[in-house]
């Protein structure tokens, strides 16, 4: 049986830079959103693993799941204040829409 690598630490640090081409692209065409939705589900994935551990047995601290939603917050609300119809920014509505059902579908 071959040997596992571990797995590399996900950098918060370039989350931005993730997440936004997703964001530019989805804006285009809804052709590209499944596999959008995918990749950013998977970002998401990797970024709730980075975890801290509190001092004194206080439990973890989520914080790739909170640096991930900081990012995906900030990226809606760049959309948000739009008005209805303007084509990408209802794609943009689309592509979160799917992407929180997909995220519900898959338990995380």
Same mark, same amino acid.
């Given at each position: 049986?071959?040997?596992?690598?571990?797995?590399?630490?996900?950098? %918060?640090?370039?989350?931005?830079?993730? +997440?936004?081409? +997703?964001?530019?692209?989805?804006?285009?065409? @809804?052709?590209?959103?499944?596999?959008?939705?995918?990749?950013?589900?998977?970002?998401?994935?990797?970024?709730?693993?980075?975890?801290?551990?509190?001092?004194?047995?206080?439990? +973890?601290? %989520?914080?790739?799941?909170?640096?991930?939603?900081?990012?995906?917050?900030?990226? @809606?609300?760049?959309?948000?204040?739009?008005?209805?119809?303007?084509?990408?920014?209802?794609?943009? +509505?689309?592509?979160?829409?799917?992407?929180?059902?997909?995220?519900?579908?898959?338990?995380?």
């Amino acid at each position: 049986m071959p040997a596992r690598r571990a797995p590399e630490a996900f950098d %918060l640090e370039n989350l931005h830079e993730s +997440i936004y081409p +997703i964001f530019t692209q989805v804006q285009l065409t @809804l052709a590209n959103h499944r596999k959008n939705v995918v990749s950013l589900h998977k970002i998401h994935n990797q970024a709730a693993e980075v975890t801290e551990v509190l001092p004194r047995n206080k439990g +973890i601290q %989520l914080t790739g799941e909170s640096a991930f939603n900081k990012v995906f917050v900030d990226m @809606l609300n760049r959309v948000l204040p739009v008005k209805k119809g303007v084509a990408q920014a209802d794609k943009v +509505i689309k592509f979160v829409a799917h992407f929180v059902k997909y995220t519900a579908e898959r338990g995380r």
